[in-house]
């Protein structure tokens, strides 16, 4: 049977690929447990300096499997109810492994990115999209409420009324409305999304890997946080970081005027996310 996830590891990039094309790679139980297989092992991976989530063919991910949906509503109310945790349990341990994952995760987005397709992308830290992207939250459309951490990540990116229209209303909206609201960090041309993803990819994993995952952990905390919470928090990671090979590295290659080699620095993931 053909794999729902494919991967790859190419230069200190880990690249998950959904891969049910021909439906659009809507997510089924096997693909929620592919993506919490591999970002679990991708995220403490020391190979791995950053991850990229794409969709196989034309599209991202049009959500759930509805036909799955369909099936389910021939089931009693407890099969039901456990049919559809064989998804939702593995993938909601995926969008927990992303958010707290210490290195960057990029969202490359083409074609439809509808539903749990919208979670998964607005849980990665960063998101590149083709101009001919559609998105919609979608769910209230088949009479569910949202999954995959989207009632957290949304109301960050957007504010809450701009997330409750989205959630609400459930409307189609278009790449160029996604980056006007900040939901997503650029806009590229389909032809260039593969280049652009690549290049980006590329610098992030050539960064320096333990400093961006104390950042990702400060801004996690941060909206729950105090200013005083918040600065000491941000204290203690400063702390930690300055006895990092990073930091000797940063400085030296600062002062001596050439380009800093994070790779080569003797770093290693950093493990200590809330």
Known sequence: MEETVLSEIRDGVAT??????????????????????????????????????????????????????????????????A?????????????????????????SVRGACAGFGM???????????????VLSLAYCRIGVTPDGGSTWALPRAVGIKRAAELALLGDRFTAADAERIGLVNRVVQEGDLERETAALAARLAAGPTMVYGRTKALLNASPEASLDAQLDAEEASFLASIQAPEFNEGVRAFVEKRPADFQGSGTAVCNDQA
């Open 16 to 81: 998950l690929t959904l891969n049910r094309p021909a439906l659009l790679n809507a997510l089924d139980t096997a693909m929620a447990r592919g993506l919490e297989k591999l970002t679990t092992a991708y995220a403490s991976e020391p190979a791995v300096r950053c991850v990229v989530i794409r969709g196989a063919g034309a599209h991202f991910m049009a959500g759930g499997d509805v036909k799955y949906f369909r099936a389910c509503l021939e089931l009693s109310a407890a099969r039901r109810e």
């Open 83 to 107: 049919a559809i945790l064989e998804a939702m349990k593995p993938i909601h341990e995926a969008i927990r492994t992303i958010r707290r994952m210490p290195k960057p995760v990029v969202a």
């Open 119 to 133: 979670s998964l992308m607005a849980a990665c830290d960063l998101a590149l999209v083709s101009a001919d992207a």
